[in-house]
Nanobody, 118 residues
Framework: EVQLVESGGGSVQPGGSLRLSCKAS????????MYWVRQRTAGKGLEWVS????????YYEDSVKRRFTISRDNAKNMLYLQLNTLRTEDTAMYYC???????????RGQGTQVTVSS
């Protein structure tokens, strides 16, 4: 059974930083592209933030480029997202996901909340 467990969210002021983590299990992590997506408003659609291929090639949504950094540790089955220079509009629930947009970013974890507020 695929399990994805996010952690590391919290409340920060604008300009602050957070590091999100996602522990993966139940599949061969090193062979899969992994995604970070976010949901700014409960019940609204998921927004793609970033993804990283098995070898480490990373892609970012334009608004997070040069602020967020995705990485992975295949030996530990861990996915990370470093969030720097946070803005109020980055406030959202952040999810790590195994599936891409064609399958609704499923399966995904339970999410970790990031709140950016002064």
């Amino acid at each position: 059974e695929v399990q994805l467990v996010e952690s590391g969210g919290g409340s920060v002021q604008p300009g602050g930083s957070l590091r999100l983590s996602c522990k993966a299990s139940g599949f061969t992590f090193s062979e899969h592209t992994m995604y970070w997506v976010r949901q700014r408003t409960a019940g609204k659609g998921l927004e793609w933030v970033s993804h990283i291929g098995p070898g480490g090639t990373a892609y970012y949504e334009d608004s997070v480029k040069r602020r967020f950094t995705i990485s992975r540790d295949n030996a530990k089955n861990m996915l990370y997202l470093q969030l720097n220079t946070l803005r109020t509009e980055d406030t959202a629930m952040y999810y790590c996901a195994l599936g891409d947009v064609t399958v609704g970013y499923r399966p995904r974890g339970q999410g970790t909340q990031v709140t950016v507020s002064s």
